[in-house]
């Protein structure tokens, strides 16, 4: 049994939430599929049920952890595995969302883990403020990057710059069905970002929540989908902004002053970094170079160009 040794007979019995299901999405995941399921069979209030939809995987070994998984009887609580062909992230998650009979379901990747008070803290923010259409906590990331993500949350008029909410959350089902789910066209990525959009659409006082503790590890690599879907970023976001633009023109100024700080922010982050490395007598990059002699107009770089050469004279 795969997962004997995490599930001790003489370990006290944990409470149960028959209010959440979790839906795990896998696609040829391997061990890692279950390293997600561990994590969830180790949660201080465990889901009432797993529902893990495969996405057409091809690997032999992936199949058959995902058959040993569902046979396995040590797993405290129900798992249903649902066998699908290729169709990509959104549609294998409302596949799962759609199987599930409970008032909040958890949306988890099948290459990425859950600290054991996940839910219990996730679903305290749900409880209490029934406006909060979903809610989720930072991350820690691990693999090729080793960091802390401290998203925001909130309200539409955050979400329209950038997204504020991890892919890993829990959502009210009733808000997943209002809204429409998740937009199965879309296979390039940012489809998470799409979903929460419209979920914070459905009413004025919508919103996420954010428990500000990495409780998710997040699995980096340099060949993920979301690092591929940052070559497709405006091309995705003109799709999104066109989807929304209701809710755009609704709050133009937060969505370009959303951006604006974003840009203000990675900006004055170059200008120490040159600064830094002009004050060390080190080489610049030659994009730092270029940058010094031929400036950006009208968005700070000029000024920018100044302050660096200043700050060495």
Not at 125 to 144: D, P, Q
Not at 169 to 195: A, Q, T
Not at 212 to 223: G, N, V
Not at 232 to 261: C, N, P, W
């Amino acid at each position: 049994m795969i997962l004997k040794d995490n599930m001790m007979d003489n370990r006290p019995k944990r409470c149960i939430a028959e209010d959440v299901e979790a839906v795990i999405t896998s696609f040829n995941q391997r061990n890692m599929i279950l390293e997600a399921v561990r994590s969830l069979c180790e949660q201080t209030v465990l889901p009432s049920r797993i529902i893990i939809v495969d996405d057409g995987s091809k690997d032999k070994t992936s199949l058959k952890i995902l058959n040993t998984i569902e046979c396995d009887t040590a797993i405290p609580v129900p798992v249903v595995v649902i066998q699908q062909s290729n169709s990509g992230v959104s549609t294998a998650r409302n596949t799962g969302i759609r199987k599930s009979e409970t008032p909040f379901v958890l949306v988890l990747d099948g290459d990425d883990k859950l600290k054991p008070s996940y839910i219990e803290q996730v679903c305290k923010l749900l409880r209490e403020n029934t406006s909060m259409v979903a809610a989720s906590s930072w991350m820690n990331t691990f693999g090729v990057l080793d960091s802390v993500i401290c998203p925001t949350g909130g309200s539409i008029n955050k979400f329209l710059s950038r997204n504020c909410c991890p892919v890993t959350h829990i959502l009210r089902h009733e808000v997943w069905e209002k809204s429409g789910g998740y937009d199965e066209s879309m296979c390039s990525g940012f489809e998470d970002w799409d979903f929460f959009l419209s979920m914070l659409e459905t009413a004025q006082n919508a919103h996420i929540g954010i428990v500000c503790e990495p409780l998710i590890d997040y699995r980096t690599t340099s060949a993920s989908s979301n690092v591929r879907s940052m070559s497709k970023r405006l091309e995705l976001m003109r799709f999104i902004i066109r989807k929304h633009i209701q809710s755009y023109k609704t709050h133009v100024e937060d969505a370009i002053l959303g951006i604006e700080a974003i840009s203000m922010s990675r900006l004055e982050g170059w200008e120490n970094e040159i600064c830094h490395t002009l004050q060390e007598k080190q080489i610049m990059s030659q994009t730092s170079k270029n940058f010094i002699k031929n400036p950006s107009y009208g968005d700070g770089g000029m000024a920018a160009a100044v302050r660096i050469i200043s700050s060495i004279s």
